[in-house]
């Protein structure tokens, strides 16, 4: 990564802006910190390599990497990147802070959030389409081969914001030289990787269907608000029934009648899901579909979801 070129348009911030860290979480190589910025006052989030594990050259230049492509895939739907802080001892970058948490928490966190919405929720489906096709568009194409609920945040007004933790050594950033995708044991979650994917030597070309089948993963989740293939044990056992054809179920016990246009976003996971990466839809095609879904609900149904969320999570903090 050439430093000058990224750090020439993207603010080099001094380690000393950086005040009241409070620690978020961590992985193979990297942690993740709330910060505040003393002269923008602002809350932030940076993701720094680890501070005692001596900084080797390859995971610098995988945040760098990171810091680029997130500096080149600017969208509204795509996670902020507000600069890098490169210091011999502290190297980090930053972000916008997602107050809101990941979809993962406020999918399954019913105490907190008992009622979501279908409007609210439709809208978080459209949003990450609209943010994986504005992906997949860049030139070259950006895939981003680990979209799960906890890789997708969201800000005050609970809007998306498409991320990658990415902090496990094994799973680094799919598009730069870094590559490689994590190993399904190495405590990544196997449920939202496509079944060609269960042996990366096997044929890679599918690729840009990867995303695609992970988000009708996420779709089943969204609408049914259960944990996909909860039953099972381990994570092989799921690779066999989903070798073998099994898939989140359908039926009314999941997807409930009153969801809006169930019969569309059923058509579109099924498909979305299916074994052969090329009957996958495109996220184009996927966003054009739902477009008229979100026109048709009124913007004050959607910010009166948003409303009953915010002050149930008042009420229960
Ligand atoms: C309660 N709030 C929080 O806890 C919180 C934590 C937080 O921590 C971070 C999370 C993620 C990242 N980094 C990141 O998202 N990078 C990235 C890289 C590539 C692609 S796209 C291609 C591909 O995936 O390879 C992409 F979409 C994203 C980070 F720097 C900080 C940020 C905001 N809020």
């Known amino acids: 990564v050439n430093l000058c070129s990224l750090t020439s348009t993207l603010p ?36 720094c390599l ?15 990497k990171e810091a680029e492509v997130l ?27 997602l107050s809101n948490g990941s979809l993962d928490q406020l999918l399954h966190e019913k105490s907190l959030y008992p009622v979501l919405a279908w409007s609210l929720r439709l809208r978080v489906l459209y949003e990450i389409a609209l943010g994986v096709n504005f992906l997949h568009n860049m030139t070259p194409p950006l895939l981003h081969h680990d979209l799960k609920t906890q ?18 050594k094994w799973r680094q950033l799919s598009i730069s030289k870094c590559s490689g995708s994590k190993p399904p044991e190495m405590g990544g979650t196997v449920i939202y990787m496509p079944p060609e994917e269960y042996e990366p030597s096997k044929s890679r070309r599918a690729d840009v269907k990867h995303d695609m089948y992970s988000y009708a993963i996420i779709m089943w989740e969204v609408l049914s608000r259960q944990i996909p293939f909860e039953d099972a044990t381990n994570p092989m056992q799921i690779m066999f029934s989903v070798l073998r054809g099994t898939r989140p ?3 009314l016990d999941s997807l409930p009648m009153d969801i809006p246009n169930r019969e569309t976003l059923i058509n579109i996971m099924t498909h979305g899901w299916t074994a052969n990466p090329d009957e996958r839809p495109s996220f184009l095609k996927c966003v054009i579909e739902l477009e008229p879904m979100l026109r048709s609900f009124d913007e004050i149904d959607i910010l009166e979801a948003v409303l009953e969320v915010k002050k149930s999570k008042l009420m229960r903090r």
């Open 12 to 47: 080099v911030i001094p380690y000393q802006k950086l005040t009241d860290l409070h620690y978020l979480s961590a992985g193979g190589f990297g942690t993740v910190f709330k910060a505040q910025h003393s002269d923008w006052r602002t809350t932030v989030a940076i993701k």
């Open 50 to 64: 680890k501070l005692d594990s001596p900084v080797g050259e390859r995971e610098r230049n995988c945040l760098l």
């Open 71 to 97: 500096h080149k895939a600017r969208f509204n739907y795509i996670i902020q990147i507000f600069g890098v802080c490169n210091e011999p001892e502290f190297f980090c970058i930053i972000t916008e802070y």
């Open 151 to 168: 890789n997708i945040l969201l800000d005050g007004e609970i809007h998306v914001k498409i991320a990658d933790f990415g902090l496990s």
């Open 249 to 251: 179920d359908t039926g």
